[in-house]
C-alpha cells in the first residue's frame, strides 16, 4: 500500500505581461512586477519560494529520482505536471519557484526533468492567468522511496 505523498501550496497571482512561451522551464515568483521579458513566469506575488517550503517537503525532493506531481489550478482550469526530485538540490532562494525540463539545478530549482515548461501550460489557464486580479494555487506533491518506507 502506498503512503500519502508529501504535500505544500504555493497561492500566486496573474499578471497582464504573462506569455508563457519558455521552451524549458516555468516560474513562480515573490516578485510583484514583470515585464515582458519574463516568459517563462507563470505567477507573481507568490506566497512561497523554494526557501518557504515546509522542511518535510525539501526533504522529500532532495531524494534522488523522487517523483513530483505539480497541479496548477487557476479558476476551474486545472493543469498537472510531472518532475523528479534530486538530492543536489539547495532550494534555497528567498524569490522563486523553478521547474526545469532539463538537469540543471541552482537554489531556484524545484524538481527538474519536467514533462511542461510555460509554453505547454493549457492557453485557457494562461488567459485567466493574464488578469490581474486572478490567483492560482500550485499543489506540489512528492513521492518518494522514503515517504513508502514511513
Known amino acids: 500500500m502506498l503512503k500519502q505523498a508529501i504535500r505544500d501550496i504555493v497561492f500566486f497571482h496573474g499578471h497582464e505581461?504573462?506569455?508563457?512561451?519558455?521552451?524549458?522551464?516555468?516560474?513562480?515568483?515573490?516578485?510583484?512586477?514583470?515585464?515582458p521579458r519574463g516568459d517563462c513566469?507563470?505567477?507573481?506575488?507568490?506566497s512561497k519560494s523554494c526557501d518557504d517550503l515546509l522542511p518535510e517537503v525539501k526533504d522529500s525532493l532532495?531524494?534522488?529520482?523522487?517523483?513530483?506531481?505539480?497541479?496548477?489550478?487557476?479558476g476551474k482550469e486545472i493543469f498537472k505536471?510531472?518532475?523528479?526530485?534530486?538530492s543536489k538540490l539547495?532550494?534555497?532562494?528567498?524569490?522563486?519557484?523553478?521547474?526545469?525540463?532539463?538537469?540543471?539545478?541552482?537554489?531556484?530549482t524545484l524538481a527538474i526533468k519536467s514533462t511542461a515548461?510555460?509554453?505547454?501550460?493549457?492557453?485557457?489557464?494562461?488567459?485567466?492567468?493574464?488578469k490581474r486580479d486572478s490567483e492560482?494555487?500550485?499543489t506540489i506533491e512528492v513521492f518518494s522511496s522514503y515517504n513508502f518506507l514511513k
Open 136 to 138: 492560482g494555487i500550485m
Open 117 to 130: 515548461s510555460a509554453k505547454d501550460f493549457p492557453r485557457n489557464l494562461i488567459k485567466l492567468l493574464q
Open 17 to 35: 505581461y504573462i506569455s508563457a512561451t519558455h521552451p524549458t522551464t516555468f516560474e513562480i515568483t515573490k516578485e510583484d512586477r514583470l515585464t
Open 81 to 86: 505536471v510531472f518532475a523528479r526530485g534530486s
Open 62 to 74: 532532495r531524494i534522488d529520482n523522487a517523483k513530483v506531481v505539480l497541479t496548477i489550478k487557476v
Open 90 to 108: 539547495p532550494l534555497i532562494d528567498k524569490r522563486s519557484i523553478v521547474v526545469r525540463k532539463s538537469d540543471y539545478i541552482c537554489p531556484r
Open 41 to 46: 513566469i507563470i505567477g507573481i506575488r507568490s
